[in-house]
């Protein structure tokens, strides 16, 4: 069966479908390592040509000076047309992507969808401050009549954004840099990850769809070579990257010589506290659902699990059971709940951190293999690590697989800090019958969110974004579109 969007092969550059020079790069499932297409390849000089459609559009076209309304139209039309395509994007990402049909709907797909919808909402508010008006001596005429003055604060585009995306989420991560960048004014080259090419040229297709002006959008593919082009070109003012932290750190340097604005979204390694009141049963099923999503390829995953010693043995028992139990297979069956790593590389790697935390002395309560019945496809089994010290290997590094680490503690004050020992600050969750006091513990966890008792689900007006290494900037939120524009004052007499 055809998978939807795998039919293309160009890339989409000034507001036409372009050749790649190279020849086509096959495309996995990672549940079945098959082929689903063949995808184009681009390279610096592709990537060349995105950069200068997207200068030209932004210099010359019109699309920074259409309104704020004007420009929302465009993007409730590829709102509309995304969503009619819902179930065909969801298809491509459970064969691209290899994730579970219940995450991939709720997650991958609507999720965002409603986000950015959201976004458009509030685009239209408009933000412009007007300056009091103040009455000033002339400083050309000190004696004279004193000048009546005011001005505005007016936010305008930043100019060309150059947005990088990674692999795991990436129709989400790819609609998050299209519709704000997009809603600001400026123009974009987009370059998703290599494995997940395809969810990225979809919205080519759409930009035809909707008559997009011609290089408002462009998308290329490409390796290190056409991301590190978009980080260091002069022409290039703003670089939107959501992945790990490492290429996080070659963008940054890359880009410094040009002083181009960064917005990182990184990785994570976020703790959830399980005090001693919490209702246990329901945590550890929360804890064991949240790490198999995506098969823990997250950022923004619980992963280290701080347990009250008083209830730690109940909680990893539960814990354990119900990582049993859970269903591992392709996810082109709709009753799995975990699907595969999205490459052998990625299984090589959660490997290798399971044997460290062997090596180091944890307890390997469940899992640390693949699962027996799945010959093909880049499985893992769910893994839950007890008696983890946080200075180990698996406590510290983002794995990005489904491996949990369970370190028990005695005082809030304990959890406290080993929650925040951590390079990382992305995410972070409290479970406890005492709301005031789970409240106060989450106001002292250095992270960029937190959850009280699983949270409600998804805001669409909570920013996203994380502390320390794991990132800069925040996207969704209510100043989302901030992220992408900059302050202009203007300042004029009043009264003449």
């Given at each position: 069966m055809s998978i939807p969007f795998t039919h293309l092969d160009k890339l989409y550059i000034d507001g036409a479908w372009v050749a790649a020079d190279g020849p086509r790069e096959p495309v996995l499932n990672p549940a079945t390592e098959e082929v689903i297409g063949h995808a184009p390849v681009g390279d610096v000089q592709s990537a060349d040509a995105a950069i200068a459609a997207a200068r030209q559009a932004f210099d010359n076209g019109p699309w920074p000076w259409l309104s704020m309304a004007e420009r929302a139209g465009y993007l409730r039309r590829m709102h509309a047309a995304l969503v009619a395509k819902r179930e065909q994007i969801a298809a491509l990402i459970i064969a691209e992507v290899g994730c579970s049909q219940g995450v991939t709907y709720a997650m991958q797909v609507d999720m965002p969808l409603g986000h950015v919808l959201t976004a458009i909402e509030q685009s239209t508010q408009g933000d412009s401050q007007q300056i009091p008006v103040h009455s000033n001596p002339n400083p050309f005429n000190p004696g004279g009549p004193l000048i009546l003055g005011s001005g505005t604060v007016e936010r305008e585009a930043i100019g060309v954004v150059a947005g990088i995306t990674g692999y795991n989420f990436p129709f989400l991560l790819n609609l998050a840099k299209v519709f704000p960048a997009l809603l600001a004014g400026n123009t974009l080259v987009l370059k998703p990850s290599p494995f997940t090419p395809y969810s990225a040229l979809l919205f080519g297709e759409i930009a035809e769809e909707i008559g997009l002006p011609k290089g408002v959008l462009n998308i290329v593919t490409g390796g290190v070579d056409v991301g590190s082009l978009l980080s260091s070109d002069p022409r290039v003012d703003m670089v939107s990257f959501t992945g790990s932290e490492t290429v996080g750190i070659s963008i940054m340097s890359q880009?410094?010589?040009?002083?181009?604005?960064?917005?990182?979204?990184?990785?994570?390694?976020?703790?959830?506290?399980?005090?001693?009141?919490?209702?246990?049963?329901?945590?550890?099923?929360?804890?064991?659902?949240?790490?198999?999503?995506?098969?823990?390829?997250?950022?923004?995953?619980?992963?280290?699990?701080?347990?009250?010693?008083?209830?730690?043995?109940?909680?990893?028992?539960?814990?354990?059971?119900?990582?049993?139990?859970?269903?591992?297979?392709?996810?082109?069956?709709?009753?799995?709940?975990?699907?595969?790593?999205?490459?052998?590389?990625?299984?090589?790697?959660?490997?290798?951190?399971?044997?460290?935390?062997?090596?180091?002395?944890?307890?390997?309560?469940?899992?640390?293999?693949?699962?027996?019945?799945?010959?093909?496809?880049?499985?893992?089994?769910?893994?839950?690590?007890?008696?983890?010290?946080?200075?180990?290997?698996?406590?510290?590094?983002?794995?990005?697989?489904?491996?949990?680490?369970?370190?028990?503690?005695?005082?809030?004050?304990?959890?406290?800090?080993?929650?925040?020992?951590?390079?990382?600050?992305?995410?972070?969750?409290?479970?406890?019958?005492?709301?005031?006091?789970?409240?106060?513990?989450?106001?002292?966890?250095?992270?960029?969110?937190?959850?009280?008792?699983?949270?409600?689900?998804?805001?669409?007006?909570?920013p996203i974004g994380g502390f320390k290494r794991s990132g800069i900037g925040r996207e969704f939120g209510p100043n989302w579109l901030k992220e992408f524009t900059q302050e202009k004052s203007i300042i004029y007499p009043v009264g003449r």
């Open positions: 880009a410094a010589p040009t002083l181009k604005r960064v917005h990182l979204e990184l990785g994570g390694k976020s703790a959830l506290i399980v005090r001693a009141d919490a209702d246990v049963q329901g945590t550890a099923l929360g804890a064991i659902a949240g790490l198999a999503v995506n098969a823990g390829q997250g950022c923004a995953l619980l992963t280290r699990f701080l347990v009250h010693n008083s209830i730690r043995e109940q909680f990893v028992q539960i814990a354990a059971a119900v990582a049993g139990q859970w269903k591992v297979g392709n996810p082109a069956d709709p009753s799995v709940l975990m699907g595969p790593l999205i490459r052998e590389s990625q299984r090589c790697k959660v490997e290798h951190f399971i044997a460290s935390g062997r090596d180091a002395g944890a307890t390997l309560v469940c899992g640390g293999g693949r699962p027996a019945h799945l010959k093909q496809g880049f499985f893992s089994d769910l893994t839950l690590f007890d008696n983890v010290r946080n200075d180990m290997a698996i406590a510290q590094e983002e794995i990005f697989g489904p491996v949990g680490v369970v370190i028990g503690y005695d005082t809030d004050d304990e959890a406290i800090a080993i929650a925040n020992d951590s390079r990382f600050g992305l995410n972070g969750a409290v479970a406890s019958a005492d709301a005031a006091t789970a409240y106060a513990l989450a106001r002292r966890i250095r992270a960029g969110s937190v959850y009280l008792n699983g949270g409600s689900g998804g805001l669409p007006y909570a």
